[in-house]
């Protein structure tokens, strides 16, 4: 039997060699560029005939990815790969799930049918399920999550004394309860309405149990980082000390990355997205839900 064979899609050099390392697998190599028209170059660099592949790519700022990703999956297949599977530390377009407005195209399942169509299996952290129970909803290919809350947990356990822990909304209690249990904190949960892509408000009902402690806020991603910023500058204007700002995923549009230092927020998040706030490793959970798929070492 020939050896699983590790990928990384440009950008995902530094996960791929983390995760081949700990699987102690071997890594191989794509050459991608773009043309000066902005379409893809890609070839195999590693000999891939008869390998079970595994191509690692983040999916943040999707729609330059996605379409390297299913040529690259396409041409492993015609080189005779004898499996191609994905690890996607982040899964992007997770968040239209619902035709809201008439004409709206609900993503998350077109992309879930397209990936689907390509990979034998996914394996991803956390995906943005809100209105789905599972991935399997949506994706048609076998699909493994990795749960970042207990490496939050210690995050927390070890980097912040005598917390609590604050859900910027209600869809972050499922983080906020197991990790405030994990750590032995109190947690609560703020209340979001969000006005628009870049606008929300949020309020909180009760300061109950924050005497003296440190807050802590824990949510699954920070994109435009409005839910954190507003959550910070409420807490602020609560008397309360500036939280500590902690992520799954730090996508950080609009510079919202500097916006949160600005405010003077620590931000940490984990390595599913590279950035310089990365302090929470989820090579291992994703290292050993590769080797449940693959079955080997
Ligand atoms: C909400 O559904 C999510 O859990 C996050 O709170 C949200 O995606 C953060 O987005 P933004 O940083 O743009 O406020």
């Given at each position: ?34 043309f ?18 595994v ?33 996607a ?21 077109e ?33 493994q ?8 947990s ?54 109950e149990?924050?005497n003296?402690?440190?807050?802590v ?27 500590a700002?902690?992520?799954v ?49």
């Amino acid at each position: 039997m020939t050896s699983p064979l590790i990928i990384p899609m440009p950008h995902n050099e530094a996960m791929a060699q983390a995760i081949a390392k700990f699987l102690d697998v071997g890594i191989g190599k794509i050459e991608s560029r773009s043309f000066p028209d902005g379409e893809t170059y890609l070839r195999f660099e590693s000999d891939v005939a008869g390998r079970t592949l595994v191509l690692i790519c983040t999916l943040d700022r999707p729609n330059e990815k996605i379409l390297p990703l299913l040529f690259a999956a396409a041409t492993a297949r015609q080189l005779g790969a004898k499996s191609v599977s994905l690890v996607a530390p982040y899964l992007a377009y997770m968040r239209q799930d619902r035709r809201f407005k008439p004409g709206e195209a609900v993503t998350s399942r077109e992309v879930a049918r397209l990936l689907s169509n390509s990979f034998d299996w996914l394996v991803t952290v956390d995906p943005h399920l809100h209105r789905y129970g599972s991935l399997s909803e949506i994706y048609t290919m076998p699909t493994q999550v990795v749960h970042a809350a207990p490496l939050i947990s210690q995050w927390i356990a070890t980097n912040v004394s005598n917390p609590i822990i604050i859900g910027p909304d209600s869809e972050s209690e499922q983080w906020v309860s197991a990790v405030a249990k994990d750590v032995g904190a109190p947690y609560t949960v703020l209340e979001k309405t969000r006005l628009g892509d870049r606008e929300v408000k949020l309020s909180i009902k009760t300061l109950e149990n924050f005497n003296g402690r440190m807050p802590v806020l824990v949510d699954d991603i920070i994109s435009s980082g409005r839910t954190m910023i507003e959550a910070v500058r409420l807490l602020k204007e609560h008397g309360v000390s500036t939280p500590a700002c902690v992520a799954v995923h730090g996508l950080f549009s609009d510079n919202s990355d500097q916006h949160l230092a600005q405010a003077g927020a620590h931000v940490v998040t984990a390595n599913t997205i590279p950035h310089s706030t990365n302090r929470i490793d989820a090579t291992e959970l994703l290292a050993l839900s590769v080797q449940n798929f693959i079955g080997f070492v």
